[in-house]
């Protein structure tokens, strides 16, 4: 499984430029007018992972298939979004589908490209989208109560765990807080996340900078990066402009571009990092002389779960797990080295994969 990431944000903050960058498409018409983006653009992006390469090469696999991860470009929210104001709902509904919240904020000055607001100001915009997912929670949540209610009276358990679970939330956003500072038990995780509030999601800020700035940031994504830090989220600091002229070049030419901005690697590789980090996802691999493939769990799944990303009859007929660790694997030349070595384990049921683990799983069918 990979995940599914909303990038969000006012209008002209560099949402459609950063997606058709990460995506390396034009699909999302970045354009200096609001909602410019009149449908969520989806893009489907390839997560790069070195270990992947190494692997292949290791096995001399014929094939390489990385795990994969979507955005969703998502137009532009405005003050008032949550009551219909510029296109209002239908992208409401269209973050609730998402597992996380990329919200880009400009941390640019350019007199050429109008703010909404007219000024720049990341941490008021990041407040700004924040009230309006909040006030449509409240709205929503409202409703919901009162279709649960003769449920509840009838003892119905789930209607009641649903009502109790959403009184938590509207308490929380009454006091000014999102939903994600509610605490849930466990016993009620699953039943909290089919809620799909749009303020339990995790966020990550991304700071759309300048290019001189994308090395060090500036003085905006420093406010951002406090903010952050307050309240626990994640940032990134970006210049979507110069991940827009990476994705026209190629690799040698990508990288020399990346050395003379002073940039270790390209920005995605930085986001889906964040990312991957938000929503505590982590990576196996299976290796073989036809392909060499990465598969994206969740941390603390075990072996017969993180099978069944691969097909529900590995879950369900799981029996062990062939193991090796992904050093181990290279530094030995591959399964038959690790063998002889005594580097290859046999998990069961109870063993939690780690990230890098590379597996070969028996099962009946």
């Known amino acids: 499984m990979g995940f599914k990431m909303g990038i969000v944000g006012l209008p002209n903050v560099g949402k459609s430029t950063l997606f058709n960058a990460l995506t390396k498409t034009a699909a999302a018409q970045a354009a200096n007018f609001p909602f410019c983006t009149i449908e969520p653009n989806v893009g489907d992006v390839a997560v790069p992972d070195a270990r992947l390469d190494a692997l292949a090469e290791t096995a001399g696999s014929k094939q390489i298939i990385p795990t994969r991860m979507?955005?969703?470009?998502?137009?532009?929210?405005?003050?008032?979004?949550?009551?219909?104001?510029?296109?209002?709902?239908?992208?409401?509904?269209?973050?609730?589908?998402?597992?996380?919240?990329?919200?880009?904020?400009?941390?640019?000055?350019?007199?050429?490209?109008?703010?909404?607001?007219?000024?720049?100001?990341?941490?008021?915009?990041?407040?700004?989208?924040?009230?309006?997912?909040?006030?449509?929670?409240?709205?929503?949540?409202?409703?919901?109560?009162?279709?649960?209610?003769?449920?509840?009276?009838?003892?119905?358990?789930?209607?009641?765990?649903?009502?109790?679970?959403?009184?938590?939330?509207?308490?929380?956003?009454?006091?000014?807080?999102?939903?994600?500072?509610?605490?849930?038990?466990?016993?009620?995780?699953?039943?909290?996340?089919?809620?799909?509030?749009?303020?339990?999601?995790?966020?990550?800020?991304?700071?759309?900078?300048?290019?001189?700035?994308?090395?060090?940031?500036?003085?905006?994504s420093e406010k951002v990066a406090a903010m952050a830090a307050e309240i626990g989220a994640a940032h990134v600091v970006i210049s979507a402009q110069i991940e827009e002229e990476i994705a026209q070049l190629e690799a040698e030419e990508s990288e020399m571009f990346l050395s003379e901005m002073g940039l270790e690697e390209p920005g995605l590789d930085r986001l889906i990092r964040a990312g991957y980090a938000l929503l505590h996802l982590e990576t196996y691999f299976t290796v073989g002389p036809k392909e060499a493939r990465a598969w994206t769990i969740r941390a603390g799944t075990k072996a017969p779960q993180a099978a069944g990303v691969i097909h529900g009859d590995f879950e369900r007929g799981f029996i062990r797990a062939e193991t090796i660790g992904y050093d181990d694997f290279i530094t030995l030349k591959g399964e038959s080295g690790a063998k002889e070595a005594g580097k290859m384990r046999v998990e069961g049921k109870a063993y939690t994969v780690k990230d890098g683990d590379v597996l070969h799983f028996l099962f009946n069918a």
Not at 100 to 113: K, T, Y
Request: proline share 2%.
């Open 70 to 220: 979507t955005f969703v470009d998502i137009a532009g929210l405005v003050k008032g979004a949550s009551k219909g104001e510029g296109l209002g709902n239908q992208f409401l509904a269209n973050i609730r589908e998402t597992d996380a919240i990329a919200h880009v904020l400009r941390c640019f000055e350019d007199g050429d490209i109008t703010h909404v607001d007219g000024r720049v100001d990341p941490v008021e915009d990041a407040e700004t989208i924040e009230t309006e997912l909040m006030l449509a929670d409240m709205e929503s949540i409202e409703k919901r109560i009162q279709g649960l209610l003769r449920k509840v009276r009838g003892g119905d358990k789930e209607a009641i765990q649903q009502e109790r679970l959403l009184k938590d939330a509207l308490a929380a956003l009454e006091d000014g807080k999102p939903a994600r500072t509610v605490e849930v038990d466990d016993d009620d995780q699953k039943a909290w996340k089919m809620l799909q509030l749009l303020t339990s999601k995790p966020i990550l800020y991304v700071c759309n900078v300048d290019e001189a700035s994308a090395a060090t940031g500036n003085a905006f």
